[in-house]
């Protein structure tokens, strides 16, 4: 276990290394000149040419690379071309909005998912297992800026029920937790539905019901236990779709997270806030896959981790 | 386990903490809520060329002259000027007793420092374009008096002087080198934070030398999604939605809690067409594609009927646009005839290249081009990838066998020079202009010149009349429209005024409690 977790940890600077190399590349592989979207289309060409200097990126490519990482190993992502702000500071104020959308998702996902998904099991091919089934089924497939615009315009703007855009309380959550949360949720009721499916015709449930357990404590002590790895692994995996969807989801909200800073640094092509964003987006999707194994094998003590 | 779920759920409640937003405000403070369609660039006025900044800082600035809601220059920072015979030297008397935000004052020197900024080519600030080439040199002469020489005569410099980077900056602000994030001028409103993700914020500045703003504060959010934009001002997160997407201007018009403000626009859309490339080298095949452009229809379905087919290079504004019966009524017999003239009968094929929000342009053109047998096959392109192909010079164009470029320009309508000029002078070929299909007469570049050192009026409309007279008939672009300025605006705000290209003036409006 503890070899394990040490090569997985020292793996995991070779992983950020290569995916920042695939991540600076592909970005200046995009065409599109940040100099001349920052002087201006009525710019003169020599205007162009000093905001490229000033911007840095009449450099040799090989040697943006090598000063970026030098920088970024001493936490120095570099300065915004779009607001001149340092990118690490910006993403910091940034990332705690994206994290805890990220966390009320899950947990939506997994206070909904799971009962659900454990009621869809229990009551197997009947009406209840039927209705979750088709839920699960339309919140996979339904596209997420869909449902948060159908949601904004149905509670925000009909009802006047819940703030419409932006971050301030607690109520500013709901939405956008709907929005982002509605697919982990219809994954994690149908993987709950399956994986309590197959504990609950085992041998060990036969013999908890034989020695007189009452069903509540069966679901919830033997078969929900058995059945949550499953769950884990999608939690863990499932991390890089929320990331993703965030993009999406904050765009719509006015969620002051690094989703939104992603979309509009794309739109100046601000290389280094894209550089400081999506390697902060892998950094976290690598550290949560590797806490889901963790958690996966604390679950399990048959799972030996070597 | 326990202790790390605990621990998990410690860091949870922390996130969450950290991640609500407080605004910073007082109890009863009246705060006006503007959501624009982009978020701004910079707070350095000088630093951007975006409208949606502009719109931003300016509540914060004040320029030498300002422009009214009348729509003419009004004396600002500077009370009354005179200029030089020759048109080169301009004399300014500035106001007394200005402070900026920071405490400094403000006098001739300055606002030379200010100026210099501009001049200064290592700074290479992104707004410092159209003012540069002017400024010769600019100082104090004493501390009230400032003086400006030009490198030419240019009778439309106190229009360039109302400009948003044309304002004068705090000079300790701007040596501290904070601009970019920190705005300090000497408007009525004083910064107090720019949230990147979220919102500037300013407030009132209470040692204004001039008349006070009504609101407390004005905040300035911002979301590119258009239905987004229409629910705000619904719910009311807005009290002011700049633009309004044109397809929800007529439910707003029927909302009695909701207002639509409307203005002249300045944005003339266009189809540039590449003049090197056969057979748009021919004069009557541009005029054909002109002659096959149903201009009504396309206002009519694409901007919901609010904006006019365009007649002419310059937007429908006075006094320079030039009245007339359209060059180019719709007439498809016509357009065929020109193409038989030009020895292409059966049509051709021509690629376009046009950003993601206006591709549904490219798609109704396409529909009304192949009724004359001209094929257009549409690049769909996402923004920086269309400023690439967009700006090409002439041998890049041709190895991506680029035919046209949809594109909008907007210049305000106060100065016809900022509209012709970057788009049709020979000296602005694309990448050094907007000349985007590289179109060259040296008659129009003789008489843009000209008519750019006149000062007289008459003279000068004159001038741009037959400027607009050659365009039309070279069609070196197709022209299409030119948009209204819409603006939503909730029922109890009042004193919201429009300036034509998208520019909005919130400072003196006023809002009722209910």
Not at chain 1, 110 to 115: E, H
Not at chain 1, 263 to 273: A, E, G, H, N, T
Not at chain 1, 286 to 303: G, K, S, W
């Amino acid at each position: 276990m503890k070899t394990y977790i040490a090569r997985k940890l020292l793996a995991l600077p070779l992983i950020v290394l290569g995916v920042s190399l695939l991540v600076f590349l592909a970005i200046r592989m995009l065409p599109g000149d940040p100099a001349r979207m920052m002087a201006g289309p009525e710019a003169p060409e020599a205007a162009v040419e000093a905001m490229r200097v000033r911007l840095g990126l009449g450099q040799p490519l090989f040697m943006q690379y090598f000063g970026f990482v030098v920088h970024a190993i001493q936490g120095d992502f570099g300065i915004s071309i779009r607001s001149n702000l340092p990118v690490a500071s910006e993403i910091a104020n940034r990332f705690p909005y994206t994290f805890a959308l990220a966390l009320t998702s899950y947990a939506m996902a997994i206070l909904i998912g799971v009962p659900a998904g454990m009621a869809a099991a229990v009551f197997r091919n009947r009406w209840p297992d039927q209705i979750v089934m088709l839920l699960a089924i339309a919140g996979a497939s339904v596209a997420n800026f869909w449902l948060a615009l159908m949601a904004m315009n149905y509670f925000a703007v009909e009802l006047h029920w819940l703030p419409l855009l932006g971050a301030g309380s607690w109520k500013h959550y709901i939405l956008p937790t709907i929005a982002l949360g509605t697919l982990p949720t219809a994954l994690i009721a149908r993987m709950t539905r399956s994986s309590m499916i197959e504990v609950l015709s085992q041998d060990f449930i036969r013999t908890a019901r034989a020695k007189g357990l009452g069903s509540f404590a069966i679901y919830r002590k033997h078969a929900l236990r058995n059945a949550l790895i499953p769950i884990v692994t999608i939690v863990g995996l499932n991390f890089g779709s929320i990331m993703g969807g965030a993009v999406v989801t904050e765009s719509v909200f006015n969620w002051p997270g690094i989703g939104r800073l992603l979309v509009d640094s794309v739109r100046y092509r601000d290389y280094p806030m894209i550089e400081g964003v999506t390697l902060l987006a892998v950094v976290s999707v690598v550290v949560v896959n590797f806490l889901a194994e963790m958690a996966i094998a604390a679950i399990n003590p048959r799972i030996r981790l070597t | 386990m326990a202790v790390h779920v605990k621990a998990l759920r410690g860091v949870a409640l922390l996130c969450l903490a950290a991640a609500s937003v407080a605004v910073p405000g007082y109890a009863g403070a009246t705060t006006l809520t503007i959501l624009q369609s982009e978020p701004p660039r910079s707070m350095d006025p000088a630093d951007q060329g975006a409208t949606f900044t502009g719109n931003v800082l300016m509540p914060m600035y004040e320029g030498l002259v300002t422009r009214g809601e009348d729509l003419k220059l009004h004396p600002g920072l500077a009370t009354k000027w005179t200029v030089s015979d020759d048109g080169l030297t301009w004399t300014f008397d500035l106001r007394e007793g200005v402070k900026f935000h920071d405490g400094s004052d403000f006098n001739a020197e300055s606002a030379a420092k200010s100026f210099h900024r501009l001049m200064d080519e290592k700074l290479g600030l992104a707004g410092a374009g159209r003012l540069r080439p002017l400024l010769k040199t600019v100082e104090a002469a004493d501390p009230k008096t400032l003086k400006i020489e030009l490198t030419r005569n240019y009778p439309a410099f106190l229009d360039l002087l109302a400009s948003p980077q044309a304002m004068i900056v705090s000079p300790s602000e701007a040596e501290k080198g904070d601009l970019n994030r920190v705005a300090s001028g000497t408007g009525p409103f004083k910064f107090v934070e720019w949230s990147s993700g979220d919102h500037v914020l300013e407030e009132v500045n209470p040692d204004y030398w001039g008349e006070k703003p009504s609101v407390d504060q004005l905040k300035w959010t911002w979301s590119a999604e258009q239905s987004v934009m229409n629910m705000a001002l619904q719910t009311g997160d807005a009290d002011i939605v700049n633009p309004l997407p044109p397809v929800f201007a007529a439910s707003i018009e029927n909302n009695p809690d909701l207002k639509l403000v409307t203005g002249n626009g300045s944005a003339v859309f266009w189809v540039a067409l590449n003049v090197q490339q056969k057979p748009l080298d021919k004069v009557e095949v541009r005029q054909a594609l002109n002659y096959a452009t149903d201009r009504d229809a396309l206002v009519k379905a694409l901007l919901h009927g609010y904006g006019t087919p365009a007649d002419s290079p310059l937007a429908p504004i006075p006094p320079y646009h030039l009245d007339g019966p359209q060059p180019y009524p719709y007439d498809i017999d016509k357009a065929k005839a020109l193409l038989e003239k030009a020895g292409v009968p059966d049509g051709f094929t021509m690629s376009v290249a046009v950003q993601e929000p206006e591709a549904n342009i490219a798609e109704a053109l396409q529909g009304m081009w192949a009724k004359i047998g001209v094929k257009l096959d549409i690049r769909r392109l996402e923004s920086g990838v269309w400023t690439k192909a967009a700006f090409n010079d002439p041998e890049a164009k041709k190895a991506d066998n680029l035919g046209s470029v949809v594109a909008s320009w907007s210049s305000g309508g106060f100065n016809p020079d900022q509209q012709l000029r970057p788009l049709y002078d020979t000296s602005s070929w694309a990448p050094s202009g907007a000349n985007l299909g590289f179109y060259s007469s040296k008659e129009l570049d003789d008489l843009l010149d000209t008519a750019a050192s006149t000062a007289e009026p008459a003279k000068r409309k004159e001038l741009y009349d037959q400027a607009q007279k050659i365009v039309n008939t070279d069609a070196p672009m197709v022209l299409l429209y030119v948009t209204k300025d819409l603006v939503g605006v909730k029922k109890g705000v009042d004193g919201v005024w429009l300036i034509p290209g998208g520019d909005i003036r919130a400072t003196y409006a006023t809002k009722s409690s209910n």
